[in-house]
Nanobody, 125 residues
Framework: QVQLEDSGGGLVQAGGSLRLSCAAS????????MGWFRQGPGKEREFVGA????????EYADSVKGRFTISRDNAKNTVYLQMNSLKPEDTAVYFC??????????????????WGQGTQVTVSS
């Protein structure tokens, strides 16, 4: 069992930056691929980015490539999402998620077993 607590959301102007954090419980954090998803108003939950359990592979949605960076610190059981050059269309609730040793197609929402409660990101124009 893994419990995830995501944080770091807030209100920011377009062009600004935020860093989201996701703290995980449990001793097997290093065996989980960690992903970030988001759900905007009236939209389905969509993939943002993920880092593999080995740390050797990252994937990003086309809409955030070059602006967002995901990283993990296994010593702290924490995964981060650094978001730069934010746009109003990035406004959403952001969720972190964990998938046991997911190795490929990290964007597959159904592969993630555990989810955080979500943190709101609002980007004003």
């Amino acid at each position: 069992q893994v419990q995830l607590e995501d944080s770091g959301g807030g209100l920011v102007q377009a062009g600004g930056s935020l860093r989201l954090s996701c703290a995980a419980s449990g001793r097997t954090f290093s065996s989980y691929t960690m992903g970030w998803f988001r759900q905007g108003p009236g939209k389905e939950r969509e993939f943002v980015g993920a880092v593999s359990w080995s740390g050797g592979n990252t994937e990003y949605a086309d809409s955030v490539k070059g602006r967002f960076t995901i990283s993990r610190d296994n010593a702290k059981n924490t995964v981060y999402l650094q978001m730069n050059s934010l746009k109003p269309e990035d406004t959403a609730v952001y969720f972190c998620a964990a998938a046991w040793k997911l190795t490929y197609e990290l964007y597959t929402r159904g592969a993630y077993e555990y989810w955080g409660q979500g943190t709101q990101v609002t980007v004003s124009s």
